[in-house]
């Protein structure tokens, strides 16, 4: 029966607002369609790139896809260390797959991004790296669609 409970909760009690007020859970809710743009050291940050990330999210599980024009990447873990200031981090690790009309250097790779949450914001920013073989990394920007 607490498995029952448990469950509830994990997927719909721990995003009630007042809950949040209360601080009983920290954990935001980021579920949902994130859009925005990246800049990337691979054009030396000349442009933004658009961005489309959907998160999916319970209580205890959260998952990552990004797409941009030439690629989508998932991720394979991730974690959210709530802090004091008002400011949450996402940390997630993922994997890169490119479509098959991307440019011919850009090849499967892994990677790191690093997002940060601002409650009065409502916003996602932060910076990626990609893993060996790709070397580049950049700025994320984005808010929810």
């Not at 469950?7 to 954990?27: A, E, N, P, Q």
């Not at 409650?119 to 073989?133: D, P």
Request: one cysteine or more; proline letters at 1%; charged letters at 20%.
């Amino acid at each position: 029966m607490s498995g029952v409970f448990f469950r509830i909760f994990d997927v719909y009690v721990w995003k009630w607002s007042l809950l949040h007020t209360l601080g009983v859970v920290k954990t935001p809710d980021l579920n949902g369609q994130w859009r925005g743009h990246l800049r990337t050291s691979y054009d030396e940050h000349s442009k933004d790139h658009q961005v489309n990330l959907t998160i999916n999210q319970s209580w205890t599980r959260i998952e990552f896809l990004l797409r941009t024009k030439s690629s989508r990447s998932h991720s394979l873990i991730a974690g959210i260390l709530t802090k004091s200031l008002g400011c949450t981090q996402i940390v997630y690790q993922y994997q890169n797959d490119p479509h098959g009309d991307a440019v011919s250097t850009m090849n499967a790779h892994y990677g790191t991004t690093i997002l940060n949450f601002d409650l009065k914001k409502t916003q996602l920013e932060g910076e990626y790296y990609s893993g060996r073989g790709r070397n580049n990394y950049g700025t994320i920007t984005l808010e929810r669609s």
